[in-house]
């Protein structure tokens, strides 16, 4: 009897099992048919993981996957792909790119929502994930803020950190005549400050400090803990879940620093009549009204690779916005402004190191300048005359574009545009290549009125960093650097496999 009683329950259990795992499994399939309805070519996905199997389980990067399947569908003038369970389209066809990105933007002008202001507002309202007339009117408003004569203003705050990274160097150096690092944690701080003092006007030196609560909140951004890992990787999966557990995205602490920070400085600096010349009192003028749209005839040179600003963001707009938007523009300094410009900074420092006769040119031209400059501080003008720099950042971002989606991995490297894509070779954009350069082939800032608004803020940022860096240090392989270059996945993005070691040499000037 009892035997028959316990057979029964394993019976029911397993059909339990069997149920769900067969529920389970729809659900993690249910839009795979995406692509195949439409007659647009793709590669078989997996359950639950899509395309992106090897780079889950760290047999391969996304740049890797995207390289392979551009390649492969190419001629096809566009393909499919899944994120996970997201479909996700790649345009091959350079017209095609033109027509979605600038002729029929309007059909087009939204980022993929991964993250709803219901749920997150200091990442969902931030300009990235706005939509619609909310998006055009946060792009007005910021746009001013990324024109020349406001970068012009930041541009001592930034040589700071520069500097203070320097000052960490030479003392590193001073025992054994050089250091050994992984310059890409140098790096790594460095924007830390950078966004500190520019987004949230603070100035703080986490090289020398590592304690203080900045540098520790922005830790907890940049290298979320496993269970925020976890919290993100369902958000992405089934946000519904996520509700229904009553999950946040974002650690309440956390929030709770930037957000008062960002609110805080505003009161005190509106209590004392404090100007500093940063995004907080950019962003200040635009709550009170007082912001004056872009100057359409901002004609200085900005580097190859910056992208214009479109209409769209040049309208004059009188909106009033919430504490919690302000807090959400300031953040956006780190979801799309930290990884981007530090990973390239990492890649940058790599590719001089790794080619002696790019360093040498490049040193050549920062000394010339410094002898140009004659003691006095360098100014953006100056930073904008040097063409060789220009040409090597502007390699740098087609080499390796840290795009989050990769979709630039194909275009890049089609061999067609770019003749040994694998090559590193600034000579792409001296001053006769650089006009024969097929229009839309090189997008390493986006496209179109969604383009990235901080293209011009980037360059500058890299620039000053490559040029103090190179100023007073060479770069030289050492015992830990890896050559050829091995990529490894950090979710979709990617970077040096064991991280940028290098030998940072002081120069003996
Ligand atoms: C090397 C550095 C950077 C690269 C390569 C880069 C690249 C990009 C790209 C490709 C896009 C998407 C454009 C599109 O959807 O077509 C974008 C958007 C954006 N980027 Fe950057 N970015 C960089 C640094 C920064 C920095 C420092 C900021 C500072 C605030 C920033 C702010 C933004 C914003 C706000 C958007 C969204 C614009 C909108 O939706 O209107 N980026 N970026």
Avoid at 48 to 69: D, M
Wanted: aromatic fraction near 12%.
């Amino acid at each position: 009897m009892s035997c028959c009683l316990s057979l029964s329950c394993l019976q029911s259990f397993l059909i339990l099992v069997s149920i769900s795992l067969l529920i389970f499994y729809k659900w993690a399939t249910s839009t795979f048919d995406f692509f195949a309805k439409r007659n647009i070519a793709f590669d078989k996905p997996i359950p639950l993981f899509g395309n992106l199997g090897e780079v889950v389980f760290q047999k391969g990067t996304l740049f890797h996957v995207v390289r392979r399947l551009y390649s492969k569908y190419k001629k096809r003038k566009y393909f499919g792909r899944f994120n996970l369970r997201m479909p996700f389209l790649t345009i091959t066809d350079l017209e095609l790119i033109k027509q979605i990105g600038v002729k029929d933007f309007l059909h087009f002008s939204n980022h993929t929502p991964f993250i709803d202001a219901d749920d997150e507002p200091l990442f969902g309202r931030s300009l990235l994930m706005l939509k619609d007339q909310e998006w055009k009117d946060m792009r007005a408003t910021l746009s001013p803020a990324f024109t020349g004569n406001k970068l012009r203003q930041m541009l001592p705050l930034i040589s700071k950190c520069c500097q203070n990274g320097c000052d960490y160097l030479k003392e590193q150096s001073a025992r054994e005549g050089h250091v050994e690092m992984d310059i890409h944690q140098l790096f790594i701080k460095f924007i830390i400050d950078m966004i500190a003092t520019t987004a949230f006007g603070v100035e703080i030196n986490s090289l020398k400090e590592e304690d203080n609560k900045f540098y520790k909140t922005a830790e907890r951004v940049i290298h979320p803990s496993l269970w925020t890992t976890i919290r993100m990787f369902l958000y992405v999966i089934c946000r519904k879940l996520m509700k229904l557990l009553g999950l946040s995205l974002i650690d309440e602490n956390l929030k709770t620093y930037l957000r008062s920070l960002v609110i805080d400085t505003i009161k005190h600096r509106a209590e004392n009549g404090i100007i500093r010349p940063d995004m907080i009192h950019l962003l200040m003028q635009a709550q009170q009204g007082k912001i004056s749209p872009q100057e359409p005839q901002d004609e200085s040179d900005h580097g190859f690779a910056a992208v214009e600003e479109s209409p769209f963001g040049l309208r004059s707009v009188n909106c009033k916005w919430s504490d919690e938007d302000i807090a959400a523009q300031c953040f956006l300094f780190f979801t799309a402004g930290f990884a981007t410009t530090s990973l390239t900074l990492g890649f940058c420092a790599y590719e001089i190191m790794a080619n002696p006769d790019v360093q040498k040119k490049l040193i050549t031209e920062i000394d010339e300048t410094r002898k140009m400059l004659n003691g006095r501080p360098i100014a953006y003008e100056d930073l904008q005359k040097m063409k060789y720099l220009d040409m090597v950042i502007s390699e740098v971002l087609r080499k390796w574009p840290p795009q989050p989606f990769n979709d630039l991995a194909g275009l890049h490297y089609d061999p067609e545009y770019w003749p040994d894509p694998d090559k590193f070779d600034p000579e792409r954009f001296n001053d006769e290549n650089r006009q024969k350069i097929k229009p839309f082939s090189y997008l390493p800032f986006g496209i179109g009125p969604r383009n990235c608004i901080g293209s011009r803020f980037a360059l500058m940022v890299m620039k000053l960093m490559v040029y103090s860096l190179l100023s007073e240090f060479t770069l030289e392989k050492s015992s830990k650097t890896q050559v050829p270059l091995v990529l490894v996945a950090i979710g979709f993005q990617h970077s040096a496999k064991g991280g940028f070691w290098m030998k940072i040499k002081p120069r003996n000037i």
